[in-house]
């Protein structure tokens, strides 16, 4: 299940290609798939009993992790943030997913949550679940890294801008350090927050990237109409879902830095499609409640 994958870039335009990194598994697929790949064999190689994570409500990383759980006989915990949501009759279509692969879920108050990295918090969780192996939000860290470096492979190295949408950062850094210096690599932040660039630094071993902070739409999982339809215009022309998340707002944030002029008409743009796609059943319930056009 986690050997080395390849997959192959689309043409969006003469001047966009995308990478759909997202084909690699139906369940681990993109990022997911690379972050978790080192740290799986990490895993593997010592005494553990489980892995533990955190993560929201429409956490890919989540799901992720319970998915690979499930493939590989892996006991699984998910620390999830919002105490709220325990009181909810119905769990949203991720954390059914995530149940239904067999994690465990505890759910944390949002002020509990962000004490998550504390060493206070961490022995806490070692004593309540001995011998885990503990992965940080989003699955980012040094073994990640790793992961992510393989995204890009020798053919990469003919465009000039690599774009990629960025949650904790580890997708992004992985791109930085396996990009060659003359590519300049652009990250699109999913969340708002200026915390990113000295996460990043932690892990990026070169300088050729910048993080374009307008594509957020509100942040983490916030949308508008115009998002949902610039989805749904992008699938009916390029027959590729993207995901509400991240991807979509790296697209859009491409093609209007285009139109405005910010990024030059000849540059050669490689985009990488890092999976997500789970989020957008989940997604199309919140928007039903609000009568908004849906994803297609």
């Known amino acids: 299940m986690f050997l080395k ?4 870039n689309i043409k969006i335009t003469p001047q ?11 369940d681990v697929s993109g990022n997911k798939f690379r972050k978790l790949k080192y740290n799986i064999a990490h895993y593997q190689q010592h005494d553990f009993r489980g892995i533990l994570t955190f993560g929201g409500a429409y956490s890919n990383h989540i799901a992720a992790t319970a998915a690979a759980g499930k493939a590989l006989n892996i006991p699984t915990i998910g620390i999830v943030r919002g105490q709220e949501l325990a009181q909810i009759p119905k769990l949203n279509p991720t954390l059914s997913f995530a149940k239904s692969c067999g994690m465990e879920l505890k759910f944390i108050s949002r002020e509990s949550y962000r004490k998550k990295d504390t060493p206070e918090f961490l022995a806490q969780l070692k004593q309540t679940y001995p011998r885990v192996y503990i992965l940080p939000e989003g699955g980012t860290n040094d073994l990640a890294i790793k992961g992510c470096e393989e995204i890009l492979t020798t053919h990469d190295h003919t465009f000039d801008i690599i774009c990629c949408a960025v949650g904790t ?17 652009i990250g699109f932040p999913a969340l708002k927050g200026s915390f990113l660039r000295e996460d990043i630094c932690k892990f990026a071993t ?20 115009e998002l949902i339809d610039f989805m749904n215009s992008f699938k009916r022309n390029f027959g590729i879902p993207l995901d509400p998340i991240y991807t979509a707002k790296m697209m ?11 990024i030059s008409k000849t540059a050669k743009i490689l985009a990488i499609h890092t999976g997500g796609l789970q989020s957008i059943e989940g997604m199309n319930q919140r928007l039903r409640q609000q009568q908004w056009q849906v994803i297609e």
């Open 252 to 262: 859009y944030g491409i093609f209007d830095l285009l139109e405005k002029g910010s």
């Open 206 to 225: 070169q300088s050729n990237w910048e993080l374009c902070h307008d594509y957020h739409f509100g942040g983490y999982a916030k949308v508008n109409p």
């Open 5 to 8: 994958t390849t997959v192959n």
């Open 169 to 185: 950062g580890g997708t992004l850094s992985g791109l930085i350090n396996s990009s060659l210096i003359s590519q300049k690599i």
């Open 16 to 26: 966009i290609f995308l990478k759909p990194d997202y084909q690699i598994h139906p």
